[in-house]
Every structure is written in C-alpha cells, then in structure tokens.
C-alpha cells in the first residue's frame, strides 16, 4: 500500500490550493480517504474524508464552506480543494486511508485511530 500527497507549498492569503492524494496497493474497492493536518505544536486533526463505494463525502464543522474533498477513481487520487486560504491553515496535510469499508469518518479523536495508512504529509505555508 501506498498513499501520496502533493500539491503542498507557499500561497498567499486568500488564494487557493488543490491537493492530491494518490493511492495504490489496495486489493479492495471499498476504501475510505481521509484528509488531515497538523499545525506547528498542535494535534493532528481530521478534515474531510470520501468514500469510494459511493463517492459520500463529510467534512468537519471547521472546515465546511472553504474545503472541497472529491476523487478520480480512474486515477486512484483524491483531491483536497482549499479556497480562501488563511495563515492558520499553514501546517502538514495528511492522507490517511482504510479499506474494505463503505464508510468514511471525520469524528475528531475516533478518526485518528480508524484509518491505517498514512502518507508522509505536504507542507502548505499561508503567508499574508
């Protein structure tokens, strides 16, 4: 299994930035994806997450509205759109996913837990 992200780097305030995360090795196609990050001394908190049974998204309460979580199957990649960005969304974004399931989770605490793979992270700096 492996899960990669990109799209990371430095954007200006109020600009936006797609994310990728493109994953492979799995023998089921039923997964959940998971996009996280982690600020600077912060916990790492979950965001966004779809799954690929029925493309059903969810979305954390923090993020409703600016974030965007979608997926190309054909490509094995989800995307993580960020609009209006701020200076506190600066951190590592993180892909995470599980298989051989037809749900996905964003409930904070439980959702770190839940999913079993990681990817290494892409850093997004916000300056002003």
């Known amino acids: 299994v492996q899960i990669v992200e990109s799209g990371g780097g430095l954007v200006q305030a109020g600009g936006s930035l797609r994310l990728s995360c493109a994953v492979s090795g799995f023998t089921s196609d039923d997964i959940a994806i998971g996009w996280f990050r982690q600020a600077p001394g912060k916990e790492r908190e979950v965001l966004s997450c779809?799954?690929?049974?029925?493309?059903?998204?969810q979305y954390a309460d923090s993020v409703k509205g600016r974030f965007t979580i979608s997926s190309d199957n054909a490509k094995n990649t989800v995307y993580l759109q960020i609009d209006s960005l701020k200076r506190e969304d600066t951190a590592v974004y993180y892909c995470a996913a599980r298989s051989e399931t037809l749900v996905c989770t964003v409930v904070a605490g439980a959702a770190l837990s839940w999913y079993d793979y990681w990817g290494q992270g892409t850093q997004v700096t916000v300056s002003s």
């Open positions: 779809i799954s690929s049974s029925d493309d059903t998204t």
